[in-house]
């Protein structure tokens, strides 16, 4: 594995969910514009925690606090580190107590969704339960369900 100067190590992924890590990062927007980054994902690979795990690497892209935040939540295991000139930073995300605009509401139906004059959406964390619920209507949200609300 090559060692990156500048950029995050997405490491303790379980095994073949790096894709659902990608979608959430929505690394893809990076397509769009003119920043040399470059990605390198690592799946199935032996891990002594986890049996097996997914790694991603992201060469010259600071991966956003919050984001990191999000992605520890649906991923527990998850370890984030950013590196600066070769050294390695651990990142201790937090659960957030509430998430703003990232996710959709699951309820088609809610206020947050509706076709005109759509509301920013806001979800509580209940963190015991694991699960988001929307401030609008209530609805929960399991977190290993976040990927599939995850706007991109
Ligand atoms: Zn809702």
């Known amino acids: 594995m090559r060692k990156i100067e ?4 997405i490491d303790h992924i379980p095994a073949w969910k790096a894709d659902l890590v990608l979608r959430v ?5 990076l397509a ?3 920043l040399d980054v470059s990605v390198a994902v690592l799946q199935n690979v032996v891990s002594g925690r986890l049996g097996r795990k997914d790694v991603i690497k992201v060469d010259r892209w600071r991966i956003d606090e919050n984001e ?3 992605l520890c939540l649906i991923f527990p295991t998850a370890t984030i580190n ?3 000139s070769w050294k390695v930073f651990k990142y201790s995300p937090m659960v957030p107590d509430t998430i703003e ?3 959709r509401c699951p309820e088609l139906l809610c206020i947050s969704n509706a076709e005109r004059e759509p509301l920013t959406t806001m979800f509580y964390t209940l963190k015991t339960e694991r699960m988001l619920q ?3 209507c209530d609805t929960l949200l399991d977190f290993g369900k976040i990927p599939d609300f995850v706007r991109v």
């Open 6 to 9: 500048d950029g995050t190590v």
């Open 25 to 29: 990062l929505r690394l893809q927007r």
């Open 32 to 34: 769009k514009s003119e």
């Open 68 to 70: 990191a935040d999000i």
């Open 82 to 84: 950013y590196i600066k």
């Open 101 to 103: 605009g990232r996710i």
């Open 134 to 136: 929307c401030r609008y």
